[in-house]
């Protein structure tokens, strides 16, 4: 039981360059998530997902776009990296019935130059 | 606009010295407040919800309580393995399945 995963673990893009983030969980999870967290921030939700194929916008969700093709893959892409996009990302799941109890993912850093 | 704000930012203990992290909240309509902890390199790990005011969770050394403005976590003689940033996090009334996370406390023990 692997729990949440996440690749890569580190990238370094230039400024407009695109990438994507892949997150996968092993546990039945409903809902995915897809946080940025920051020095000073705290964790900010970008994107959110409640079961596959669908998605909604979180609080920080202009540069990103995200997939749920399987309830278990949720997918980040940037399309054109900005410096301000630098940050460490974190993908998280959790039950439907219980979204508060969120298991996180190690994180993926990443910097745009 | 809902609110987490939690202090200090940095908290030096000694190895058995007792203390507390604050998280204070402006939210519509608490329907939950939640502790999580962080280890350096690591994603957050779910430690406790609370619901109501007057609530309490115990975990080991860790109390977490809750008042209608704001929620302690309490540390009982920690030791050097409790050093990490503990985070809190809100679900408000409005914020359908969104919480909203504090920029967290990071918490050294010193042996």
């Known amino acids: 039981n692997a729990g949440v995963t996440q690749t890569p673990k580190f990238r370094v893009l230039k400024t407009g360059q695109s990438m994507t983030l892949l997150c996968a969980q092993d546990?039945?999870?409903?809902?995915m998530y897809w946080y940025r967290q920051d020095p000073g921030m705290g964790l900010r939700l970008i994107h959110y997902?409640?079961?596959?194929?669908?998605?909604a916008k979180g609080e920080v969700p202009d540069g990103y776009n995200v997939s749920r093709l399987k309830k278990q893959n949720f997918l980040l892409g940037l399309e054109s990296a900005a410096p301000s996009q630098t940050s460490v990302y974190f993908c998280?799941?959790?039950?439907?019935?219980?979204?508060?109890?969120?298991?996180f993912g190690p994180g993926t850093r990443l910097t745009v130059t | 606009e809902d609110q987490v704000t939690q202090s200090p930012e940095a908290l030096r203990l000694q190895e058995g010295e007792s203390s507390s992290l604050n998280c204070s909240y402006t939210v519509s309509g608490l329907r939950g407040l939640f502790w999580y902890r962080q280890d350096p390199g690591k994603g957050p790990e779910f430690l406790f919800t609370?619901?109501?005011a007057g609530e309490e969770k115990e975990k080991e050394r860790l109390k977490a309580t809750l008042t209608k403005k704001e929620s302690f976590l309490h540390i009982t003689a920690p030791k050097p393995e409790d050093s990490a940033t503990y985070l809190c996090?809100?679900?408000?009334?409005?914020?359908?399945?969104?919480?909203?996370f504090g920029g967290g406390t990071r918490l050294m023990v010193k042996p």
């Open positions: 609370l619901y109501s």
């Open positions: 996090a809100v679900q408000a009334g409005n914020a359908g399945n969104m919480l909203t």
């Open positions: 546990m039945n999870h409903e809902y």
């Open positions: 998280a799941s959790s039950y439907l019935a219980r979204i508060y109890e969120q298991y």
């Open positions: 997902s409640v079961g596959e194929g669908t998605t």
